[in-house]
């Protein structure tokens, strides 16, 4: 049986498309580790998973672009893929959060997925994700080296498109002791580069919070009208003030020292730091990443530099 390989570009309930029999691809996370420099870009990002799709490089039968929301750039990227031949469907969650109004557009996913046909495949992908959660809880408490929960985290958006490898994945994951003195919350969209979470820790900054991975592990439901309950909360496609009253609690919740808001480069999340930093009571580091590849040497002096300064506080 041919089983289609679905794209995404951000965010989209993977839950429901296995349910439907796809195989989610998110096409963003082959990207730190690709470095590749596309020809002509904003966001890196989109412009690398828009060369690869639009060429051929990267094989999927189609294409989820989630739009309204969270990304102008791939909603304009998108359809460049859309004009290149591949079915794309446009996605939108809702600003003010309006469960109905997400629930119509899951049923759309749906459809254009062909309809559930497994629906058991949901309640597999809620029992992976209170692995993950423990995962988070065991890397908040050192046990977990950051770079392995982020990996595993990060790739909770596709699962890795194989719910029993990646159950072996996450089993696989080694136990140990690790200092965490430096309590970093990492927020922000995921850093560009493939190294960040070792350099980080290699440096004495513990991150024990990623903000968008988290998104992945948190939001959950044992049907379409459920599912649209809870991914209504998905905090970065709702308004500022609603992003910072929950990171606000989950800071505070995890004790953390100190924050790095990524950036990246033509992002428009990148208006957000002034807010952030005037709401978020916490000392903090801004950088910005452009291409994939490793963490270059002038943000390992700023890492650096940060550390220090935590440890003077
Ligand atoms: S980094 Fe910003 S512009 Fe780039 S894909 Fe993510 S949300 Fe869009």
């Known amino acids: 049986m041919h089983v289609s390989k679905i794209g995404l570009t951000a965010l989209v309930p993977p839950e429901l498309i296995f349910a439907c029999g796809g195989e ?5 996370n082959i990207i730190p ?7 002509n870009k904003l966001c890196a990002w989109t ?22 929301g969270d990304c102008h750039n791939a909603l304009v ?15 939108f969650y809702p600003f003010d959060g309006d469960p109905e109004y997400l629930e119509s557009q899951l049923y759309g996913l749906s459809g254009f997925l062909g309809g559930i046909k497994f629906p058991e495949k949901i309640k597999q992908i809620n029992d992976l994700k209170k692995l993950g959660q423990k995962i988070d809880i065991k890397r908040s408490r050192g046990r977990i080296t950051s770079g392995e929960a982020f990996n595993i985290l990060i790739s909770f958006s596709d699962l890795r498109g194989n719910l029993e490898e990646f159950q072996k994945n996450i089993a696989s994951i ?39 991975p988290y998104e992945f592990i948190r939001h959950r439901g044992a049907n379409i009208r459920e599912i649209a309950c809870d991914y209504r909360e998905y905090t970065f496609a ?7 009253n929950f990171l606000q609690k989950e800071l505070e919740k995890r004790k953390v020292d100190g924050i790095i808001h990524y950036t990246q480069f033509a992002c428009h999340h990148m208006l957000e730091d002034e807010i952030i930093r005037s709401r978020l009571d916490y000392p903090v580091l801004t950088i910005q990443g452009d291409l994939p590849g490793n963490t270059p040497q002038q ?3 700023r890492l650096e530099a940060f550390r220090e300064m935590l440890e003077r506080l």
């Not at 580790?33 to 020809?39: C, E, H, I, Q, V």
């Open 238 to 244: 709702r308004p500022l003030d609603f992003r910072i």
């Open 299 to 301: 943000i390992k002096l």
């Open 77 to 91: 990227d998108g359809q460049k893929v859309a004009m290149s031949g591949i079915p794309t469907h446009f996605f």
């Open 47 to 68: 412009a690398i998973w828009k060369e690869m799709l639009v060429e051929r490089e990267l094989s999927v039968d189609s294409l989820i672009v989630v739009a309204g």
């Open 24 to 28: 989610p691809v998110d096409v963003n």
């Open 33 to 39: 580790a690709s470095k590749k420099y596309p020809r």
């Open 174 to 212: 080694k136990e140990h002791s690790i200092k965490t003195g430096n309590r970093i919350a990492l927020i922000g969209v995921p850093p560009i580069f493939c190294d960040f979470h070792d350099v980080a820790q290699s440096l004495g900054l513990h991150i024990v919070f990623d903000e968008l």
